[in-house]
């Protein structure tokens, strides 16, 4: 935000973006807000910076955090769900 600038409507200072990005990412912004930090967003190279860092830190959580189930654990379980089914005449 330029200093001294007051607020207007439909305008976000940058630490209303910085504050309001999670929010935005998490997709728990209403469309208005949604607006607002893509117009700031785009006039905004440093805040577009933190967006792209956070997007892409979330992504790289997203895969780290990811577990992998091993085959044979996956089998057994549809085996044993395939077998519950057979009991229980289905």
């Known amino acids: 935000m330029m200093p001294g600038r007051a607020h207007v409507p439909g305008f976000v200072n940058c630490d209303e973006t910085i504050e309001r990005l999670y929010y935005y990412l998490d997709g728990e912004l209403t469309e208005e807000r949604r607006v607002e930090i ?7 190279g440093p805040c577009v910076g933190a967006f792209g860092f956070e997007a892409e830190l ?10 992998h189930v091993p085959d044979a654990l996956l089998d057994r379980v549809a085996h044993a769900l395939q077998d519950e089914r057979v009991r229980q005449g289905n």
Not at 38 to 44: I, P
Not at 58 to 67: E, F, H, P, S, T
């Open 58 to 67: 979330r992504k790289v959580i997203a895969n780290l955090c990811k577990d």
């Open 38 to 44: 893509v117009r700031h967003l785009d006039m905004c």
